[in-house]
């Protein structure tokens, strides 16, 4: 199955090794798993990345997505946690014996799940050389899916130095690893989230307990008229914290509501899956936390996005 044959596409969030939900999710879309691999009669997935790390079955949620993207059951992009991935199993050409992550105590322990069940060298390497093949951002032209977001200026960066089908290279991961680079700059906003540093040694505590003096910007708004309260992406106890001042005039976002819909995920939304915008949806609602959810969109053609189209399971 190719992209044209496709009657709608189904747009997955964030799993994070949690290979039950993805399992129960794909049933519930109406994929049916025959010779061990899932696939719909007449519809096609898109993941939006993050398939490691946190949850229980690192492998087991690979051994499912890989074969569809293999088949053309399904599409995918690169979630920061592949990105960082590839970047920690890399050698790093300028630190003898280092690597383009660092093997911090911190990186180290997010990595810890994927590590502990790919101690086999054949089933790290077989997982790294599928990471190196997911696309960075796809525009399909009714609709584009990206992981984090979907910058213009980070794409007008990265697209010139890409490989065919918008994958990275050995080059571009490199220069996307040194600090302050503008590839790095790039990638991080298309994966991570464009983010902005806070006033006045302001900081505030992230998921993880980490003090963070940047935040995350809802990148589809236009910032004239907002603040660092209501452009703040993330939960709203925290927003609430923030200096309802407006932002500087150097933050540059927007997505125009003319544009194609742009699904995303990676910002651990909660509560019951909602749009961002008329063409932004998240699909990311926290898998990985107790009372999290696995979330996807089924989309059919409409250029307005609908709240009627999100389909969900828990972790059960």
């Known amino acids: ?24 999710l794909l049933e519930k879309l109406g994929y049916r798993r025959r010779d061990g691999r899932y696939r719909h009669p007449a519809r096609q997935a ?8 946190r949850g229980p079955e690192q492998r087991g949620v690979l051994d499912i997505v890989r074969p569809m993207v293999e088949d053309g059951a399904a599409l995918s992009v690169m979630g920061n946690h592949e990105l960082n991935a590839l970047a920690f199993h890399t050698p790093d050409p300028g630190s003898e014996g280092g690597h383009l992550r660092e093997r911090s105590e911190k990186n180290v322990a997010q990595h810890r799940a994927f590590l ?4 086999h060298p054949t089933a790290l390497d077989q997982a790294i050389a599928w990471f190196w093949q997911l696309p960075l951002w796809l525009d399909l032209g009714e609709i584009r899916v990206v992981h984090a977001a979907w910058d213009r200026r980070a794409l007008e ?12 290279t050995d080059e571009l991961l490199e220069r996307a690893s040194r600090r302050g680079s503008p590839e790095q700059d790039a990638v991080e906003n298309l994966l991570k989230g ?16 980490h003090p963070r003096r940047y935040m995350r910007l809802k990148w589809w708004l236009y910032p004239d008229g907002q603040t660092w309260r209501t452009m703040f992406l993330g939960p709203p106890s925290v927003a609430e914290t923030l200096p309802d001042v407006p932002l500087p005039p150097d933050v540059e976002t927007g997505y125009p509501d003319t544009a194609p819909p742009v699904f995303i995920g990676h910002y651990w939304m909660t509560g019951t899956p909602t749009v ?6 998240c699909l990311d609602y926290s898998v990985a936390r107790d009372g999290g959810k696995l979330v996807a969109y089924r989309w059919d053609g409409e250029t307005s996005l609908r709240d009627d189209r999100f389909v969900w399971v828990g972790r059960g």
């Open 1 to 24: 199955m190719n992209t044209m044959q496709a009657e709608g596409f189904d747009l997955i969030g964030d799993i994070h090794g949690h290979g039950q939900p993805l399992r129960a």
């Open 116 to 119: 502990d069940e790919h101690t």
């Open 157 to 168: 960066i990265v697209n010139p130095q890409v490989a065919d089908g918008n994958r990275l």
């Open 276 to 281: 961002q915008a008329t063409n932004v949806a």
């Open 46 to 53: 898109i993941f939006l990345g993050d398939f490691i790390d």
């Open 194 to 209: 464009i983010e902005a540093t806070l006033p006045h040694d302001g900081h505030f505590h992230d998921k993880d307990g």
